[in-house]
Nanobody, 118 residues
Framework: QVRLVESGGGLVQPGGSLRLACAAS????????MGWYRQAPGNQRELVAT???????NYADSVKGRFTISRDNVKNTAYLQMNSLKPEDTAVYYC????????????WGQGTQVTVSS
């Protein structure tokens, strides 16, 4: 059984920073790509950032230069450092990981709320 647990969400003022973490646990053979999506009320879930096992990254245009995704392959954990936060960044942030156990499939975390407001 594979589990993804996110942490680090909360309330922050515009211009502030937050760091999200996503820890994978269970019967994991290997973790391929990891990433973050977000979903604001009334909107579809959208890609925020991804990182491959080799460290290659990809970002949505709306967060480039402000967000940084990273991972610790020993701890099976991905991070999302969010700086210069804007009210439009308010959303539930979900972690996703493509994990190989007996088969390779995508797993989602439960989501963590990020609210940017003064």
């Amino acid at each position: 059984q594979v589990r993804l647990v996110e942490s680090g969400g909360g309330l922050v003022q515009p211009g502030g920073s937050l760091r999200l973490a996503c820890a994978a646990s269970g019967s994991i053979f290997s973790i391929n790509s990891m990433g973050w999506y977000r979903q604001a009320p009334g909107n579809q879930r959208e890609l925020v950032a991804t990182i491959t096992s080799g460290g290659s990254t990809n970002y949505a245009d709306s967060v480039k230069g402000r967000f940084t995704i990273s991972r610790d392959n020993v701890k099976n954990t991905a991070y999302l450092q969010m700086n210069s936060l804007k009210p439009e960044d308010t959303a539930v942030y979900y972690c996703i990981a493509v994990i190989s156990t007996l088969v390779r499939e995508a797993y989602w975390g439960q989501g963590t709320q990020v609210t940017v407001s003064s």
